[in-house]
T-cell receptor
Framework: DTEVTQTPKHLVMGMTNKKSLKCEQH?????MYWYKQKAKKPPELMFV???????INESVPSRFSPECPNSSLLNLHLHALQPEDSALYLC???????????????FGPGTRLTVT | AQSVTQPDIHITVSEGASLELRCNYS??????LFWYVQSPGQGLQLLLK??????LVQGIKGFEAEFKRSQSSFNLRKPSVHWSDAAEYFC?????????FGTGTRLLVSP
């Protein structure tokens, strides 16, 4: 099974709201990722968790707060977002077998976020 | 800096015709290389990957790609395109868990 699931599929939130995106994988992968994708652009890496620890933060604003409760789950907590944060948020996971060069990543279907 | 280039923003192919999507990379060493496909509003699906060994790699949905070190290329091919192949295609390279994507090529399939 190479499935990564994400909830919700769609989310509309105001700039003062607090919400969370959730991601789950059951492939035994030990690395999980958050990406942001704007229309007609490739995904942009936001965060990487390796063995449930944050290993990469691509200088993402603090209004985005990631959390990895266990090896299967990844959350992205959202607070005080701006309209320009509206995008497709993708979660991915991978093994860490070829950690130095990077294993293939498996993506979820994404959460379409709209900030009003 | 490491980079991946997809020179074609969009390509139109007739259904049943062959397809080649171009990808060039610029890395210090040979990276791991991937092709992903994305349908509108969906996540990315891995088509195939190249780590080492045989330079012609087979993927899902009848796709294949050829790695050419001398040209720093990893082009995607399919002998006969189906209407359902219409999507956005991303070439990517990885290093230390970071995927570097090309800008993507939108494939349109005409009847």
């Amino acid at each position: 099974d190479t499935e990564v699931t994400q909830t919700p599929k769609h989310l509309v939130m105001g700039m003062t709201n607090k919400k969370s995106l959730k991601c789950e994988q059951h492939m035994g992968h030990r690395a999980m990722y958050w990406y942001k994708q704007k229309a007609k652009k490739p995904p942009e890496l936001m965060f990487v968790y390796s063995y449930e620890k944050l290993s990469i933060n691509e200088s993402v604003p603090s209004r985005f707060s990631p959390e990895c409760p266990n090896s299967s789950l990844l959350n992205l907590h959202l607070h005080a977002l701006q309209p320009e944060d509206s995008a497709l948020y993708l979660c991915a996971s991978s093994s860490l077998f070829y950690r130095d060069r990077g294993d293939e990543q498996y993506f979820g279907p994404g959460t379409r976020l709209t900030v009003t | 800096a490491q980079s991946v280039t997809q020179p074609d923003i969009h390509i139109t192919v007739s259904e049943g015709a062959s397809l080649e999507l171009r990808c060039n990379y610029s890395y210090g060493a040979t990276p791991y290389l991937f092709w992903y496909v994305q349908s509108p509003g969906q996540g990315l699906q891995l088509l195939l990957k190249y780590f080492s060994g045989d330079t012609l790699v087979q993927g899902i949905k009848g796709f294949e790609a050829e790695f050419k070190r001398s040209q720093s290329s990893f082009n995607l091919r399919k002998p006969s395109v189906h209407w359902s192949d219409a999507a956005e295609y991303f070439c990517a390279a990885s290093s230390f868990q970071k995927l570097v994507f090309g800008t993507g090529t939108r494939l349109l399939v005409s009847p």
